[in-house]
């Protein structure tokens, strides 16, 4: 199984600051024959269901803020929150599906200072 | 719309079985498939497989093999996860999901969630 990590564990950044959340596969998610980075980004609330940001490690879900921004390729990935807002407060996860089982990262906590 | 409507909130004893359903609207049922995902309280995202069609092909995670069960109903456009012998450690919400697309298994639509207390 491909293994998932993810830093820093919590994060707290003043509101309008930059948020920075990385994740890293354990082998590499491109896939060689399309170029694309099997790779996704979830936004969890408290008590709802994951939302989708990111996949393909950098294309926006519709919908989503610019001001979520997805890159990385291979082993290594960010997600960038460019101007954090009081609604961004959440758990982010990365998630591989390159192979399965679609792991997921153990997520990154991210909070206002 | 895309609705994903799960069943309600379920309390099992250890060694009993779960069978969570999760009812689509919104979209052509057959032309895409369902996943499931679970979350242990406190816990992060665990992808437990998924249903690749509606002809009954899976694909489980190696962890639930042989205790996990996804099926389909095209005729009511529901999905469902049974688990057996179940333990203290699946207590859990779980989740059904929808991926983008056939090439594209990122989850772009989720059930509100299915909470499962196994308890003695």
Redesign the interface.
């Known amino acids: ?1 491909i293994v998932m990590t993810q830093s820093p564990d919590y994060l707290a950044v003043s509101l309008g600051e930059r948020a920075t959340i990385n994740c890293k596969s354990s082998q590499s998610v491109l896939y060689n024959s399309n170029n694309k980075n ?1 790779l ?1 980004w ?1 936004q ?1 609330k408290a008590g709802q ?4 940001l990111i ?2 490690a950098s294309t926006r ?1 519709s919908g989503v803020p610019d001001r979520f921004s997805g890159s990385g390729s291979g082993t290594d990935f960010t997600l960038t929150i460019s101007s954090l807002q009081a609604e961004d407060v959440a758990v982010y ?1 990365c ?1 591989q ?1 390159y192979s ?8 990154t906590k991210v909070d206002i200072k | 719309q895309v609705q994903l409507v799960q069943s309600g909130a379920e309390v099992k004893k250890p060694g009993a079985s779960v069978k969570v359903s999760c009812k689509a609207s919104g979209y052509t049922f057959t032309s895409y498939l369902i996943g499931w995902v679970r979350q242990a309280p406190g816990q992060g995202l665990e992808w437990m497989g998924w249903i690749t069609d509606h002809n009954g092909n899976t694909n489980y995670a190696q962890k639930f093999q042989g205790r996990v069960t996804m099926t389909t109903d095209t005729s009511t456009s529901t999905a469902y996860m049974e688990l057996t012998s179940l333990r203290s450690d699946d207590t859990a919400v779980y989740y059904c999901a929808r991926p983008i697309d056939l090439y594209n298994p990122s989850f772009d639509y989720w059930g509100q969630g299915t909470l499962v207390t196994v308890s003695s």
């Open positions: 199984d099997y996704a979830y969890q269901p994951p939302k989708l996949f393909w879900e996860y998630q599906y399965t089982p679609h792991t997921f990262g153990p997520g």
